[in-house]
């Protein structure tokens, strides 16, 4: 059994994380005083803000770093919680930032994407902090590889870190899309479905690429019941350094105001009716995997026959006629033609290893 499962609920990490969703904003990379403070005391105006995250070391932006000057920065976030009383974040992805971002009094440290992506980076990490006792928050890494998330996460865990949670940013993105990162809100849900007690935030602004999009992810992101939110701010993105989408704090409270909270439960009687719903999805559920099951029955002894007349397991032609057979009726019964295909191929797919393995025995 994994160490996931006894990671603490947010609302235990600090007496004022009592709120749903959890959110985090500050910006992007620290350009000065003055961005740093404005941006603070604007944010501290928007109560559902609870934590100030701040990038104080940014490679990606070498030309512009203050790590020179981090000792100037960890001052000036101590200021921020003086003045405002938000907790601090800072990205760690050495075991120097480790050192001085508890030795200055951050109260939250997070792992970055590509430092998630390191198992060597992530055991470094976990070295730093063994004994403890600070909150982490582990980024996904930027390829969609979801053990390599889970490894990130237990290495730190391991250390004796049991204030733990989980960044979804998206996954960097090989195909042309309309976000910076692919949402790929599966791997999220499957985290969640694996460590019940683990928290999982969403960082829509890495996702969304441009702020058009920060709504709609942050929506989906509480539809899908996540704890928290990380959305980058800048009191005037315009004259900011960073290439994210950063938003103004009034951009950011009109979006939270928007935002609808469901629930993950309600009352006993319309539970009732939730549950015949269900009753009928695993009815439906069972004919689905029965049924395949058949089709992979009929697969072999198709398999059987072309061994015994020589013929090869691919049949192209014969595929290509399943597969747009397959894709006009799911679209003609109201599903999409992306799924359809996907399910088609896999299908394919399974059919042809059973097919190899008639061969193989032959």
């Known amino acids: 059994m ?57 490679p990606q932006m070498a030309t512009k770093s203050f790590g020179d000057r981090s000792l100037d920065i960890f001052q000036w976030l101590n200021q921020v919680k003086q003045e405002t009383g938000l907790l601090t974040m800072v990205e760690v992805a050495s075991p120097r930032h480790v050192e001085m971002c508890l030795r200055h009094n951050v109260d939250i440290l997070w792992v970055g994407a590509s430092t998630s992506s390191n198992p060597f980076s992530v055991q470094e990490l976990a070295s730093a902090l063994q004994g403890m006792n600070v909150p982490v928050m582990v980024k996904n890494p930027i390829n969609p590889d979801i053990n390599l998330w889970i490894e990130a996460l237990e290495t730190i865990n391991k250390a004796g870190i049991s204030r733990l949670a989980a960044i979804h940013r998206g996954f960097y993105p090989f195909e042309k899309t309309k976000f910076r990162n692919i949402p790929k809100w599966e791997f999220p849900i499957e985290l969640k479905s694996r460590f019940h007690n683990l928290p999982i935030l969403c960082d829509p602004s890495h996702i969304a690429g441009t702020s058009k999009y920060i709504p709609e992810m942050a929506q989906k992101a509480l539809d899908l019941n996540m704890d928290g939110l990380m959305i980058e701010t800048h009191f005037d993105p315009n004259q900011s350094d960073s290439d994210l989408p950063q938003i103004t704090p009034v951009e950011l409270d009109k979006i939270l105001r928007s935002l609808v909270c469901r629930l993950s439960s309600i009352d006993e009687r319309e539970d009732n009716q939730l549950e015949k719903y269900r009753d009928q999805i695993d009815s439906v559920d069972s004919q689905l995997i029965e049924l395949l099951a058949l089709r992979m029955n009929i697969v072999e002894e198709i398999g059987e026959y072309k061994a015994d007349k020589n013929m090869t397991i691919l049949q192209l032609q014969r595929w290509e006629k399943v597969r747009e057979k397959g894709i006009e009726l799911g679209k003609s019964l109201g599903l999409s033609e992306s799924f359809m295909a996907q399910l088609l191929r896999m299908i394919h797919k399974e059919a042809i290893l059973k097919q190899n393995e008639v061969m193989n025995r032959k």
């Open 2 to 58: 994994s160490g996931l499962e006894n990671c603490k609920p947010m609302d235990t990490w600090f007496k004022r994380l009592d709120t749903r969703p959890i959110v985090i904003s500050g910006p992007s990379v620290v350009e000065s005083e003055e961005q740093l403070l404005t941006t603070a005391r604007e944010l501290k105006k928007i109560d559902q803000v609870k934590i100030f995250r701040a990038g104080v070391w940014k």
